[in-house]
């Protein structure tokens, strides 16, 4: 039974209070370990060592803070398939999944930041006719949260902790509880990597306490948060009057537009990739599916007999398509809004039943679900679902495909099939989220805006766009 403790001044350590929460394997329902049970005492040591790191390590050279990073990155990939193992068996993810995306991504996360703070510049503005120079500095902000959600356990971790790091602020990061170990072992790797003590501090516990401990601190300026909407509703309530910076990667219901002139077979098999990757456990999957009239019944039919073809399986089998849902509780909030869609008149194409896997009954498993219905008004269009579980219907022509799309309070990202590039054109502009894929999915460049309007959040990540959240400009006049 591993017992994972707080990383706090470069040190392991048991939180404070000595209270431990379970933590559940979701491939067989079994505890497998503990985590600390962390509250404000634990958080008020970690800002602690936080503060005493900070005047050093604001103050350590880009190359110096560049080449920590591409270590902690290097020792990831050195260390692939322990962490994607801890990851898969963790989060219930199958292994492929944790070892070609996860933790290839975590690493990416760290040498990307690495690299982009030596090329990160801050601009100057003459000031014609005034004899004066403007020049704007980017400063650290100081002591920063990073709050994160276990659908991507060290990949959204690291998206948050790599940019805080690199532009020289110290960090209080908390991992989700119900998939604590990969951050758990992110601290030893940061200690082999020459991370200084205190730099990073990664404190464990539930939401509304160890979460809310570090939203409130009056020491930790900017948060950075990935989760459900309503938990990005209460840290807004009391992050704001206090005036801390706020990044809020928050929910989607993500439109997948089909168009009868798209390369169909392309679209097929991305639109499975789209719907049930992660087990649909990603705020891109797009959740509802609308396709053109035309192609609707060829569609429908296709789309089935692909989804059948995937195997729900063992997270830890080579050839598993879909693993466990993260927790009981999760799987149970999707077995719901599968019958509320059916009480909904959805009709359920496939799936839409548990999966009891030989030695692992007790785990999470659920069978990936097309459910047809006729109105975008129902509550499995509207709501978030977050599990392996989409919806098809047809549309008569691009007004009505967009009006559908639109339709709903999300607004994170939308993806489009046709091959006409007007229509693309018409379409993409007039689509209300932060993200839009044309004729394919989840293309990551980290150098991208990534983030969404409407209930979807606040700010967007990567690339500059992080750099900027994690420093303060400073505008300095110089007249001469
Ligand atoms: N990226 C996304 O879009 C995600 C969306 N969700 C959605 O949210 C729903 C709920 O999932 P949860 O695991 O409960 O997500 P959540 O939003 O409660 O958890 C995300 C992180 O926030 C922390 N947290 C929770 N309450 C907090 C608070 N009051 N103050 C500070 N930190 C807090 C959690 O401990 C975790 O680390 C899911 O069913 C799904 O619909 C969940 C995870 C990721
Ligand atoms: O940055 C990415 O590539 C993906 C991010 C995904 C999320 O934020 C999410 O699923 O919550």
């Not at 329902?29 to 008020?44: A, L, M, R």
């Not at 070609?100 to 990307?112: E, G, H, K, L, Q």
Request: aromatic share 8%.
């Amino acid at each position: 039974m591993t017992k994972i403790q707080n990383f706090i001044n470069g040190e392991y350590s048991h939180p404070i209070s000595n209270g431990w929460i379970d933590n559940y394997c979701p491939a067989n329902g079994e505890v497998y370990g503990q985590i600390p049970n962390s509250t404000s005492e634990d958080i008020e040591i970690a800002v602690e060592a936080a503060k005493k790191a900070f005047p050093k390590w604001s103050q350590t050279t880009l190359e110096k803070r560049s080449r920590i990073l591409i270590k902690i990155s290097e020792l990831l990939e050195a260390n692939l398939d322990l962490f994607a193992k801890a990851e898969s068996k963790d989060n219930g993810k199958p292994i492929s999944l944790a070892k070609t995306v996860d933790i290839p991504r975590a690493a990416s996360n760290f040498r990307f930041y690495g690299n982009a703070i030596t090329q990160f510049a801050s601009e100057s503005h003459e000031s014609i006719g005034q004899n004066a120079i403007n020049y704007t500095l980017r400063q650290p902000i100081g002591i920063v949260g990073c709050i994160s959600p276990w659908n991507l356990p060290l990949y959204l971790f690291t998206w948050k902790i790599a940019p805080a790091l690199a532009t020289g602020n110290c960090v209080i990061a908390k991992p989700s509880e119900v998939t604590p170990m990969t951050a758990y072992l992110l601290g030893e790797i940061c200690n082999e990597a020459g991370l200084p003590k205190g730099v990073l501090n990664i404190v464990h516990g539930l939401g509304n306490t160890t979460g809310q401990a570090i939203v409130k601190h009056p020491d930790i300026k900017a948060i950075s948060f990935t989760g459900g909407t309503s938990t990005g509703v209460t840290i807004a309530k009391i992050a704001a009057p206090m005036f801390k910076k706020l990044s809020l990667e928050l929910g989607g219901k993500n439109p997948n537009i089909i168009f009868a002139d798209c390369d169909y077979e392309k679209m097929l098999e991305t639109t499975i990739r789209s719907s049930f990757s992660n087990q649909g456990q990603i705020c891109l999957c797009g959740s509802r599916i609308f396709v053109e009239a035309s192609i609707y019944e060829k569609f429908k039919k296709d789309f089935v007999a692909k989804v059948k073809t995937l195997k729900v399986g063992h997270p830890s089998d080579t050839d598993t398509d879909i693993g466990a849902l993260v927790s009981k509780q999760h799987l149970n909030k999707v077995i719901d809004y599968i019958n509320i869609a059916k009480k909904e008149n959805g009709i359920v194409l496939h799936g839409g039943k548990t999966v009891s896997i030989a030695n692992s009954e007790h785990g999470y498993y659920l069978e990936p679900t097309i459910i047809e219905v006729s109105s975008n008004k129902c509550s499995i269009n509207q709501e978030e679902v977050f599990g392996p579980v989409v919806t098809i219907m047809p549309f008569k022509n691009e007004k009505e495909a967009l009006q559908l799309a639109n339709d709903v309070k999300y607004g994170l990202s939308a993806t489009l099939w046709t091959n006409d590039l007007s229509k693309t054109m018409r379409i993409t502009n007039l689509l209300k989220t932060g993200i839009v894929w044309v004729n394919t999915w989840m293309l990551r460049d980290l150098r991208t805006p990534f983030g969404g309007v409407k209930d979807s959040g606040l700010g967007r990540e990567g690339g500059f766009e992080a750099l900027h959240f994690f420093t303060e400009a400073k505008n300095i006049c110089l007249k001469y």
